[in-house]
């Protein structure tokens, strides 16, 4: 394994960085408190190309790897979860799932929109009573000619309202013998009719971001726009969940970094008893515990990257990546506040912010406690990762920048 970074990834990694620092920091507080995301932000990410970062330039995208995604999105948190999350769902979660399980003739007409960020993506599988538990979907899709008629409501969608095209998992067989079994895999066009969205507010953290829902009522959808086999919904599901996942990680590594920095630098220009509070042992302690947190979930989510430049299956590597990362990001963000003292308390700085933010982390896409039993089950042998019928495609370069 060699983590070291090309010339290439280093730009891309500036580029980011350079657009987080300058047009997202000095606003993101404002836009935090009115729970919304200013306009210029998602336009802005397509112009610089950030929405199509690491699809194939045959595809409309940037043709970089699946490392300098994870580079990517730590830069993005580093900044503020909010347009992370829209890259998540976007890349992760709705584009790298067409690259995996769509038809070319499929990722020839969905994906260059995408790339270019003519459309935003979303996707659809958490609802009101399926949650962590996927196999109590109860959206359903039932073939009616060359469409299929969905009807169901999706919850706790990020970029409901802000996104063209969503993933749907959907039920396509109601007689499954297994509660995995029955699921099929749609892109749906959110302007359908029969589709409405809305915004949920009062949000905890991620208050800029769009969380929302999807209500679908006898909404046609072409049969042609079916990802994958029917049936296959629930591998579809999970293997999206992989590189959602991994974005997540990546990013929770950058808000574990904003925390560390917020930190040092309020430490060395806060005074108590005539000296800087970073010449305290328990201050230098915590300092110390966020800069060991962030290089081991540094070096678990690109270990979980070069896995995906390999083409290889990633699903233990990337579950350890989120989980460390993320509970990594909440202690940060604790101890961020403490280290801040009454100021921590209040979005005068930015770190109750992060603090808000590294809560939701431990949460979506799959919770702390999922991945702890994912995890005894690996290390147990109860679990083990069969192939797919359609693996994520390895990073050719030759393949991705022609």
């Known amino acids: ?21 300058k047009e997202v920091s000095p606003i993101i507080t404002e836009w935090d408190r009115k729970q919304d995301m200013a306009p210029s932000i998602l336009p802005r990410m397509a112009e610089l190309g950030i929405l199509g970062i690491n699809m194939p330039v045959r595809y409309g995208g940037q043709g970089f790897d699946y490392m300098t995604l994870g580079l990517v999105c730590e830069e993005l948190e580093y900044a503020d979860a909010t347009v992370r999350v829209a890259m998540s769902v976007h890349m992760g979660l709705c584009s790298m799932c067409i690259l995996q399980w769509g038809t ?51 919850m706790w969608i990020s970029m409901a309202t802000k996104a063209h095209d969503s993933v749907i998992i959907a039920r396509t067989d109601p007689n499954h013998k297994r ?127 070069w896995l995906k430049n390999l083409g290889q299956r990633n699903t233990r590597e990337t579950s350890m990546a989120k989980w460390f990362a993320c509970d990594a990001a909440f202690d940060a963000g604790s101890e961020a506040v403490q280290i801040h003292g009454g100021y921590g308390y209040s979005d005068e700085y930015p770190v109750e912010r992060f603090l808000r933010n590294a809560k939701g982390a431990v949460i979506y896409e799959g919770s702390a406690e999922i991945h702890t039993l994912l995890q005894a089950d690996y290390a147990l042998g109860y679990r083990k990762d069969g192939s797919l019928r359609c693996e994520l495609p390895a990073y050719d370069p030759d393949y991705w920048q022609e």
């Open 1 to 21: 394994m060699d983590f070291a970074l090309s010339e290439e990834q280093k730009m891309a990694q500036q580029m980011v960085r350079d657009f987080a620092q």
């Open 104 to 154: 070319e003739e499929q990722k020839e007409r969905m994906l260059p929109p995408l790339a270019k960020g003519e459309r935003y993506g979303s996707f659809g599988m958490t609802e009101p009573n399926a949650g962590s538990d996927v196999t109590a979907i109860s959206t359903t899709a039932v073939k009616d000619g060359d469409d299929y008629i969905l009807n169901g409501e999706k």
């Open 179 to 305: 509660p995995s079994d029955g699921m099929s895999a749609f892109v749906l066009d959110l302007t359908s009719k029969g589709v409405t969205t809305g915004d949920i507010h009062g949000k905890m953290g991620v208050r800029a971001g769009s969380t929302g829902w999807i209500s679908m009522q006898d909404v046609r959808v072409p049969a042609e726009n079916r990802l994958g086999e029917e049936g296959e919904g629930f591998k579809i599901g999970m293997s999206c969940l992989d590189n959602g996942r991994y974005t997540v990680a990546a990013g929770a590594t950058g808000l574990t970094r904003a925390c560390l920095d917020a930190s040092i630098k309020y430490a060395k220009e806060r005074e108590t008893f005539g000296q800087p509070i970073a010449q305290y042992q328990l201050i230098k302690q915590k300092i110390a515990r966020m800069q060991r947190d962030y290089e081991m979930a540094q070096m678990l989510y690109l270990r979980a990257g």
